[in-house]
């Protein structure tokens, strides 16, 4: 039997598929490619925009069309807004089911009946337990150690989605990167729908827990955070994360806007002021750190003078990059009756200017790093280009290098010689550097 998967969305999601292919391969099956031929393909979806769920659709048809006769399976976070509505599927698994899949399958070959796994999210209480071993990926690898969220952003229909904050038991998450680092892989990602949260549900344990733990495990040379709400960092998170020499330094902070009253609006639990405190305190104790971010433009409601104060915070606030989302308007969401919404004109030049200012940003910040060293784990050749080589360092810039030596997962020393469309070009010394800045 051959099953083939296909992800959209966030990291989290890529995890649990990850995991669940995983599974299936331990019991015999043969994982392929989405292109090809299969008997069984996991649809793994994603609802955070519209164009989100008409990707889901689509790629549940291009399965349909390449193996008429195969089981198909959605899954995710469409899938848990969707239900039994969904067409051309014969098995359906929300947000909290996605272990259950490989059984589900067993048991639809034997009965043929479509199944649908939805439970009531808000009534959902526990983490639901899942695991991988490897991925696809040779040096860096996503472990998820938090579902959920309790900010209800006035825009975003994730909360209704994946239900209330669960963490995963902290002794499963460090065995698991125990497991990876082992297997090889440098670099851990740790994620969650909030990862900020995570712990909230444990008693005393919290976020940093998790990685002044796993700064101790062998063989591990970097941890990682995916995108954070940025209220979890304060002085005592920063004070105890800079002591940590594997954390890298870099962090992707949502600021989604540089306005008070729209973030009131958007029901993000901070002002511009409470994040200019946090971006001084991470100036001050991390060297070299770097800060991305995502920004909503359009929001209703958003005026001239509201996008002007976000332009010029963004600017003060000098992120290394920033990603620029139009806002989309979800139906379930608060957002979705608020009075002024922005016309579609104004979004798509409010979002060109927003984004070539964080193209400017980005490569003042680059070019601050010619001349310098960086530490950069190597995660393969380019295609095409048999003798270049791209990584990152541990701030997240992206280098390429060219070499007649195999770099793949190794960490080596460079120093960045040109800056060329957001990617530091760079010189191997060939040293080889364990962990460390």
Do not use: W
């Not at 994946?162 to 038991?169: A, D, E, P």
């Not at 379930?332 to 004109?345: H, R």
């Amino acid at each position: 039997m051959k099953i083939a998967g296909y992800n959209l969305g966030c990291k989290v999601n890529k995890y649990e598929l990850d995991a669940v292919l995983e599974q299936f391969e331990e019991n015999g099956y043969e994982v392929v490619g989405f292109s090809e031929a299969a008997d069984v393909y996991i649809i793994n979806t994603c609802a955070v925009t519209q164009l989100a769920e008409k990707k889901s659709r689509q790629m549940i048809h291009r399965a349909k069309a390449q193996n008429p006769n195969a089981i198909f399976v959605a899954s995710g976070c469409y899938a848990q807004k969707e239900g039994a509505s969904i067409a051309d599927v014969d098995i359906i698994v929300g947000t909290s089911n996605k272990g259950t899949i490989f059984n589900n399958v067993e048991k639809y070959i034997k009965n043929r009946e479509k199944i649908v796994k939805i439970e009531d999210i808000k009534e959902v209480k526990s983490y639901d337990s899942m695991k991988i071993s490897s991925t696809q990926e040779r040096t860096r690898a996503y472990v998820k150690i938090q579902d959920g969220c309790k900010n209800y952003c006035s825009y975003c229909i994730i909360p209704y989605l994946r239900g209330r904050v669960r963490s995963r038991n902290i002794n499963e998450v460090l065995d698991e990167i125990k497991v990876l680092a082992n297997k090889g892989y440098k670099e851990i990602v740790l994620a969650g729908i909030e990862v900020a949260s995570y712990g909230e549900d444990l008693g005393d344990i919290r976020l940093i827990n998790v990685l002044e733990a796993a700064n101790k495990i062998d063989g591990l040379e970097r941890i990682r955070l995916s995108s954070m709400y940025p209220t979890v960092v304060n002085d005592d998170f920063v004070g105890r994360i800079k002591k940590l020499k594997n954390v890298c330094n870099h962090l992707h902070l949502s600021l989604q806007s540089g306005c008070d009253s729209t973030l009131k609006r958007m029901n993000r639990r901070y002002t511009t002021e409470n994040f200019r405190k946090t971006m001084k305190i991470l100036k001050q104790n991390i060297p070299d750190i770097a800060v991305t971010t995502d920004i909503i433009v359009g929001f209703p409601g958003e005026t001239d003078q509201e996008f002007e104060a976000t332009y010029s915070f963004v600017q003060e606030m000098g992120f290394n990059k920033i990603h620029v989302f139009k806002y989309s308007k979800r139906t379930g969401t608060k957002a979705e009756n608020l009075e002024s919404q922005v016309d579609e004109q104004i979004k798509n030049e409010r979002s060109y200017n927003l984004i070539k200012l964080g193209k400017e940003m980005e490569k003042r910040y680059l070019e601050q790093y010619i001349g310098r060293d960086l530490d950069v784990l190597f995660e393969g050749r380019i295609k095409g280009k048999e003798d270049t080589y791209v990584g990152h360092s541990m701030n997240y810039l992206k280098v390429v290098v060219e070499s007649d030596v195999e770099l793949t997962n190794e960490i080596g020393l460079v120093r960045i010689e040109s800056v060329n469309s957001g990617i530091c070009v760079g010189k191997d010394y060939g040293e080889r550097m364990i962990g460390g800045r």
